[in-house]
């Protein structure tokens, strides 16, 4: 069960967006449900009761006393939920820079277009359940697996690859033309340089040529994979 919640204080679009995505949810048979709450200290609360869940927040910027920056920083700082899915919702441009560190997976401009709500909605959503798929390499014979949504980036290394996670370093035999092949069906995985391909829900912001990862990694950008980055850091963050 995936937990859609809407934080905005105007009670109109909140109940305007709940009925929208219930609509959706029946519709497509999704197994999710819906939530409402109008300040972000109500979210909050509700969040450090259990940050286990899957989640998605579709989250106000522009809330009176707690705005929504604020609180997506709380969630990534305070609580290190890393995997909920935040979606901002914003009647105002420019904000694209500062949000960047706190890695939200899309926005919603104001008045809402319901067509790219729901297409939005659908690739979060499909994100959401890639969380225990796993991914499975080969050492020495024995086979270990790792879940892809704890994968932060690969290297290789002569004729090694290196793979970090969000809690340890292994290894294993691979060249990574076939590397990539294997992950071609998951986009958040990005070749960013021919020594690194890395997970795109594990960025924290693009700091020059170079990607700051939420181990506090620094991955380079090279020249030729620019290109392909700026577009997955637009569908991911």
């Excluded at 579709?58 to 979606?87: C, F, H, P, Q, S």
């Excluded at 225990?132 to 014979?141: K, L, M, S």
Aim: proline share 2%; hydrophobic share 35%.
């Amino acid at each position: 069960m995936i937990e859609i919640l809407i934080c905005d204080d105007d009670g109109y679009i909140t109940k305007n967006l709940s009925k929208h995505i219930l609509d959706r949810i029946m519709s497509k048979n999704l197994n999710a449900s819906v939530k409402s709450f109008l300040n972000g200290d109500s979210l909050l609360n509700y969040l450090q009761k259990d940050i286990s869940k899957k989640r998605m927040i579709l989250l106000d910027i522009e809330m009176e006393n707690k705005d929504g920056l604020t609180v997506a920083k709380y969630i990534r700082n305070v609580l290190n939920d890393y995997t909920t899915e935040i979606i901002f919702v914003t009647g105002t441009n420019g904000y694209e820079r500062a949000l960047f560190e706190v890695r939200p997976s899309g926005f919603i401009p104001k008045p809402i277009n319901y067509d790219y709500l729901y297409s939005t909605l659908n690739r979060v959503y499909n994100l959401l359940n890639i969380e225990y798929e796993y991914f499975t390499y080969y050492q020495f014979g024995t086979e270990k697996s790792i879940r892809l949504n704890d994968i932060v980036y690969f290297e290789s290394m002569s004729r090694k690859i290196e793979l970090t996670t969000v809690e340890y370093t292994d290894w294993f035999y691979e060249k990574m033309g076939s590397l990539k092949h294997q992950l071609i069906k998951h986009p958040q995985f990005v070749l960013c340089h021919r020594s690194f391909i890395i997970n795109c829900k594990h960025i924290i912001r693009k700091d020059g040529a170079n990607l700051i990862m939420t181990n506090d990694s620094s991955i380079p950008i090279s020249n030729k994979k620019l290109k392909s980055v700026e577009e997955a850091l637009i569908q991911f963050m």
